[in-house]
């Protein structure tokens, strides 16, 4: 019957369009660049060799790759530190993304009814301002002269101008500023569906607010903790921007590792292998964010 | 459950936002400062928006990136639709796992790792880099993006009225223009707006992904950025705050008014035959 067929065949169109679109630009990529950092660097374009051509043939083509690039960057402290100080700074950001992101977030779940959607609105709004323009704010309010030293002065606290811009604490603060919303949001869905009888329950029985809360609210929270964290702390490993721009030449992390191999020095395939290791850091954590979503979305039907 | 703030709820409310706007605050006041010193407020000026306007390089670069954000926005929020359609609605197919792996994955992904697979990508293809290249790596990320804001309308989305519409003869693709499009139609333009949003704000992958002749505004400002702060760069980002504020406040004013006007009719469909 025709009519049962064509849903059928209808079903593959729509599939079809997304699925080779992500094929083609989102997985094919990876292959290359893993296939690039097998390569070495090249004065020619493209800068690296060897490049396959079918005269040579497939079997010279692949005993032309090796893995000198990957020894390289193990046998290379600069780059191990890289890695271990993106995954540091990554780590305390996203515990402080959660401490600042947790209060606002219950606060912003117990507030009246009718005050939510706008509170839900204010949070999203900077998070759909340009990211490259709100790390540009902070340059204005860190830097030695300042804002924040500016104010500090005025008040009498300091008299001495701070000296924020250009550190790690520089970049902890445009982590937790750039990434708030990511964590806020998952944190409220959670918190908003905890229903208050709980916790009058929790009280009729003799619980004390604090106790209630960490026996009750934070555990039930759980879910929108984790996938805010997750949320937050991925992005940031492989973070440039923050880094480039308000940790100077003092902080070293993996992003902005890759992008100078890549811009400045021009080598491709390093800065190919760079990317390769830092998604294998970073897989474990993607797969369980996946997987989270997937059941999230199994669960909200 | 009492119907105000308690102290604490306000006061973690009120630093939260005030941690969140005040730097943005101080940018769009200081981009007023007559002083040429970014910190120190020397009275009242618009002439650093006159200067932008004196200014080629600078719009010749927006104009680029309005057409790359227009471009990939369109097509970003179809294949986003699709790909919504086959996540909430197609149920199981071979490689299900795999496609909403590449839907998930590059929300989370390191933008250098995008910007440079694509990058490579394209020199393998023999694809000559500029426009077309920007336009494309941003239909790739942003169409994650805006699969994911429709999937959220479509899984709270009442199917029956579809089944009406198709037992009433519509055929599938009458039933999803004529019923499942204009119900979903909020989160479309939602998913567009971000799409574009996202585009306009792209600064690492359009570096990457960039060649001759194609410089985006964040590319133009991030040059700009890194030899200090100026009044001219203030003024350039609260004109995109303005725009971006006014864009994500108009649309969140039509889906607050087509919810409404949908609880109204279902109201009175009730209404009508209870």
């Not at chain 1, 329950?201 to 964290?229: H, I, K, M, N, Y």
């Not at chain 2, 730097?23 to 910190?39: A, G, Q, R, W």
């Not at chain 2, 009458?174 to 585009?199: C, H, K, R, Y």
Request: hydrophobic content about 50%; some cysteine.
């Amino acid at each position: 019957m025709s009519r049962s067929h064509s849903p059928d065949l209808g079903r593959w169109y729509v599939i079809a369009a997304p699925y080779f679109w992500l094929f083609l630009f989102f997985l094919v990529p990876f292959f290359i660049v893993f296939k690039l950092s097998l390569s070495d660097v090249a004065t020619s374009i493209p800068p690296y060799t060897p490049t396959f051509s079918w005269s040579t043939g497939i079997g010279d083509f692949l005993s032309k790759l090796d893995i000198e690039n990957y020894a390289f960057i193990f046998s290379d402290p600069l780059y191990v530190n890289a890695y271990l100080s993106s995954l540091k700074i990554a780590t305390v950001s996203t515990v402080l993304t959660l401490l600042v992101a947790y209060p606002m977030a219950y606060g912003m779940a117990r507030a009246p009814k009718g005050w939510q959607p706008t509170l839900m609105m204010l949070v999203i709004l900077p998070f759909w301002t340009s990211f490259l323009i709100r790390i540009y704010a902070w340059i204005g309010i860190l830097k030695p002269e300042g804002f924040l030293t500016l104010f500090l002065m005025k008040l009498g606290l300091i008299s001495e101008p701070l000296q924020i811009m250009n550190t790690t604490t520089a970049v902890y603060i445009g982590i937790v500023y750039s990434y708030l919303p990511f964590m806020i949001l998952p944190l409220y869905a959670s918190l908003e569906k905890i229903s208050p009888t709980l916790l009058e329950a929790a009280e009729d029985l003799g619980s004390r607010p604090w106790r209630a809360f960490w026996q009750v609210t934070f555990p039930l929270s759980l879910p929108g903790v984790f996938a805010g964290c997750l949320l937050v702390f991925i992005p940031a490993v492989g973070e440039f921007v923050i880094p480039d721009l308000l940790g100077g030449s003092e902080t070293l992390m993996i992003g902005k590792t890759l992008w100078t191999e890549f811009f400045n020095n021009r080598d491709w395939p390093l800065a190919s292998a760079v990317a390769v290791i830092l998604l294998l850091v970073l897989i474990v954590p993607i797969v369980v964010f996946q997987r989270q979503q997937q059941i999230e979305r199994e669960a909200g039907r | 459950m009492k119907e105000r703030f308690s102290w604490f709820n306000l006061t973690s409310i009120t630093f939260g936002f005030a941690f969140l706007y005040i730097p943005i605050l101080l940018l769009v006041i200081y981009s007023f400062n007559e002083s040429k010193l970014v910190t120190v407020w020397g009275g009242w000026s618009t002439k650093w928006y006159s200067a932008l306007l004196e200014n080629q390089a600078l719009k010749d670069a927006a104009w680029v990136t309005i057409r790359v954000g227009i471009l990939s926005a369109t097509i970003a929020t179809v294949l986003g639709t699709l790909a919504a359609i086959t996540l909430v609605r197609l149920g199981r197919f071979p490689g299900r796992t795999l496609f909403s792996g590449m839907i998930f994955a590059p929300l989370v992904m390191p933008e250098v790792i995008t910007g440079l697979s694509l990058l490579l990508l394209f020199v393998a293809i023999g694809f000559d880099r500029g426009f077309w290249t920007i336009t494309l790596a941003h239909i790739t990320f942003t169409m994650c993006y805006a699969a994911i804001v429709v999937q959220a309308r479509l899984q709270d989305f009442d199917r029956s009225v579809e089944e009406a519409a198709m037992d009433l003869g519509a055929t599938p693709i009458n039933t999803f223009f004529q019923v499942t499009l204009p119900i979903i139609a909020p989160s479309v333009i939602s998913a567009w707006l971000l799409s574009f949003t996202l585009s306009l704000d792209d600064l690492v992958i359009a570096s990457f992904t960039t060649g001759p002749g194609a410089t985006t505004l964040p590319m133009k400002i991030y040059s700009q950025v890194r030899l200090g702060v100026t009044p001219e760069i203030n003024a350039i980002s609260t004109i995109l705050i303005g725009v971006v504020t006014i864009g994500v406040l108009t649309a969140a004013y039509f889906t607050k008014r087509q919810t409404e006007r949908q609880e109204l009719e279902r109201r009175r469909a009730f209404g009508a035959t209870g």
